[in-house]
């Protein structure tokens, strides 16, 4: 018995593009992901504790910002704000919605491990998750301004 070959399908990234997908997050989803994935980060130690503490607080500030405009979800906001709130970069959310109050000023950029060159925090992420080893100084630093935000954040609630 003869079976037919799968049919091989091309695919060129350079020529299709996939739809970008809204993801529709309430404040109470972003509230509820931001606390249950700080209890996870307690719960491990090293780079994944480290990445699951940004994305924390990471929610915990587009919590904040959807608060901020009085309205009901992430997707509810304009497409100019939610533009301008796409990428990573965690200080700046936490400068828009005036979070700062010191805390802003602990999420910083971080040095590689035993090299000059700087991490960018909306870039931190991905370092952390692809393994690159960062300062350990540094680390320590932005997660104790990772918490420091999430907590102040809460305390304003």
């Known amino acids: 018995m003869r079976y037919a070959q799968p049919r091989r399908v091309r695919w060129d990234c350079r020529s299709r593009k996939l739809p970008a997908v809204a993801v529709s997050a309430s404040r ?64 700046r959310l936490a400068k828009d919605i005036s979070a700062g109050g010191p805390a802003a000023d602990d999420l910083i950029d971080c040095r590689r491990r035993g090299k000059s060159e700087r991490v960018a925090i909306k870039d931190v992420h991905a370092a952390w998750r692809y393994g690159s080893k960062l300062d350990t100084a540094d680390e320590g630093q932005l997660r104790n301004g990772l918490r420091n935000v999430r907590r102040w954040l809460k305390e304003r609630e």
């Open 28 to 91: 109470k989803a972003l509230t509820s992901s931001s606390q249950a994935l700080a209890d996870a980060a307690d719960l491990i130690e090293g780079e994944p504790a480290y990445l699951l503490e940004f994305y924390a607080a990471e929610c915990a500030l587009k919590a904040a910002v959807v608060r901020h405009f009085c309205v009901p979800g992430w997707d509810n906001l304009s497409p100019d704000i939610r533009r301008d709130h796409q990428h990573h970069d965690l200080r």
